[in-house]
């Protein structure tokens, strides 16, 4: 046959396939490249474990059987760590000590080497039914991908057929909201000290190309030095189709090309009814104080700590996440956000029209430095500083002497005093057991965390679970979802 005889190849119509067929090529597309980023990524880690080994046995002074015989070792348990299969009954619940609206954190024990860590947990069909699958598939991917010391330090995600985990470090700190509880305001001093070191971890975040959207005091933890970790990543967006809500509207429907133009489905929006509340005004002060953290569960909004570009769903960018900066120093020096008020509606309509409602008390000494620095991150994102990066931040006068590359060496104001390795002084875990016991006596369920009592979803029945773990809604959008830590777990 001679070339001028060869036929044309068909053209590719996907749209010629039933349904289940385009899931199934979307779904062997998904898996063979999380396989191979996966495969490669481990030889690359393999490839610089053997070139570390070669340089050391180039050193006369390391003893060369002892060398081969301890990466030997290690090498096999980290064959037999990818082997192992992480299920949430090789921990034991030591206790509750967080609550959001899509999951609840645990403090646990790995009952293989008792190590403690914080375990999230997320029912499927509640992430599947709240539109929720894009931001959690990138609050995965950003502290997978994250070594920052600034952010919480993810070990690994795993998943069963009606949970979704993920195995995190213990901060046994708190949060920066239960400091702002206890003493009202900082000093000056003090807050430079934590908002240098927010600076930080904002930057981190944004070296990853990821933008936070809810910095808010309660995302704010503190580890056992008392140095800030950010947290919380639901609501993170970065610039990839896996944290784009209409890609798993397609993936879902079977659709191959047909974009969801829908407010939801918009990677740049967010649902201000999913994000954890707190609000309040001056004259309700102090009953703002006793109840925001009961306030901080609900799933109605966090409008005092988010931009206006945000609420109104405009275009905005990296520099959202300073604004939130400053509404967080305004508070740490103030003792409440500068937009508070008694309705969420009020709350919206002040930090709109902001150049209108950022008003600091004169019975507020603050200085001339600090109300500058607010000014210039409580603004029109146009003329926010940070948006050319968090350098000119650094260079404010307000941080004049900050070495700002050695912050984690110096000792933080204020230092956890903890008794053990479980302690939870620094949680509110009375009034989440409460809470949880509560919605127990509403709804009893297993969680599948030794079966104890859990609060996720009225609607969630342990017998289906077989039946759900076939079903593409509850497989295709977590296809990639599972991911290890070989050197945090085993080092």
């Known amino acids: 046959m001679s070339l001028t005889e060869l036929v044309q190849a068909p053209e590719r119509n996907p749209n010629g396939y039933q349904s289940r067929a385009r899931q199934n090529r979307v779904t062997c597309s998904q898996v063979a490249a999380?396989?191979?980023?996966?495969?490669?990524?481990?030889?690359?880690?393999r490839n610089l474990r053997q070139t570390d080994l070669e340089h050391r046995l180039?050193?006369?002074?390391?003893?060369?059987?002892?060398?081969?015989?301890?990466?030997?070792?290690?090498?096999a348990k980290y064959l037999r760590f990818l082997r192992t299969r992480n299920k949430a009954s090789d921990y034991d619940i030591i206790k509750l000590i967080g609550k959001g609206a899509f999951g609840e954190v645990k403090l646990v024990r790995k009952k293989m080497d008792g190590r403690i860590y914080a375990l999230k947990s997320q029912v499927k069909t509640q992430t599947i039914a709240a539109d929720q699958i894009a931001r959690i598939r990138a609050e995965r991917d950003i502290l997978a991908e994250s070594d920052s010391p600034w952010v919480v330090r993810l070990f690994?995600?795993?998943?069963?057929?009606?949970?979704?985990?993920?195995?995190?470090?213990?901060?046994p700190g708190g949060d920066l909201m239960t400091m702002l509880i206890k003493y009202d305001i900082f000093t000056e001093d003090i807050t430079r000290f934590y908002i240098a070191?927010?600076?930080m971890a904002i930057e981190a975040v944004h070296k990853l190309e990821f933008i936070h959207r809810d910095i808010k005091p309660d995302n704010i933890l503190l580890d056992r030095s008392g140095h800030v970790k950010l947290t919380d990543f639901g609501l993170s967006t970065g610039f990839r189709k896996l944290h784009d809500s209409n890609y798993y509207h397609q993936l879902l429907n079977g659709d191959s090309g047909q974009s969801n133009t829908s407010t939801s489905s918009n990677r740049y929006s967010v649902n201000i009814d999913q994000i954890s509340l707190t609000v309040s005004n001056r004259a309700q002060i102090n009953e703002w104080r006793k109840s925001r953290r009961l306030m901080a569960y609900s799933a109605v909004g966090t409008?005092?700590?988010?931009?206006?570009?945000?609420?109104?769903?405009?275009?905005?960018?990296?520099?959202?996440?300073?604004?939130?900066?400053?509404?967080?120093?305004?508070?740490?020096?103030?003792?409440?956000?500068?937009?508070?008020?008694?309705?969420?509606?009020?709350?919206?309509?002040?930090?709109?029209?902001?150049?209108?409602y950022l008003y600091f008390p004169d019975d507020i000494q603050i200085s001339h430095y600090s109300e500058h620095l607010i000014r210039n991150l409580v603004c029109n994102s146009g003329s926010r500083l940070g948006s050319r990066g968090a350098t000119e931040i650094k260079q404010h006068p307000f941080f004049a002497g900050v070495d700002f590359d050695n912050l984690r060496r110096f000792r933080a104001p204020f230092e956890p005093r903890l008794t053990s390795d479980i302690d939870t002084a620094y949680f509110p875990t009375e009034e989440l057991e409460l809470k949880q016991r509560e919605a127990a006596a509403n709804a009893p369920r297993a969680d599948g965390l030794n079966g104890i009592a859990g609060s996720h979803s009225s609607q969630y029945q342990q017998q289906?679970?077989?039946?759900?773990?076939?079903?593409?809604?509850?497989?295709?959008?977590?296809?990639?979802?599972?991911f290890k830590?070989?050197?945090?777990?085993?080092?």
């Open 34 to 45: 999380d396989f191979f980023k996966d495969s490669v990524k481990r030889a690359r880690e």
């Open 58 to 75: 180039k050193d006369p002074r390391n003893a060369a059987e002892a060398l081969w015989a301890g990466s030997g070792k290690q090498e």
């Open 156 to 171: 690994t995600t795993f998943q069963d057929a009606s949970f979704l985990y993920m195995l995190m470090e213990f901060l």
């Open 197 to 199: 070191e927010l600076v």
């Open 303 to 356: 409008p005092d700590y988010i931009s206006p570009e945000i609420l109104t769903r405009q275009g905005y960018s990296f520099d959202c996440d300073w604004w939130s900066l400053g509404t967080i120093m305004f508070e740490c020096l103030v003792g409440w956000p500068p937009f508070c008020s008694d309705t969420v509606q009020d709350v919206y309509r002040k930090a709109v029209n902001w150049q209108q």
């Open 464 to 482: 289906v679970a077989p039946e759900l773990e076939d079903a593409p809604e509850m497989t295709l959008p977590f296809i990639g979802y599972t």
């Open 485 to 491: 830590r070989f050197e945090n777990n085993f080092k």
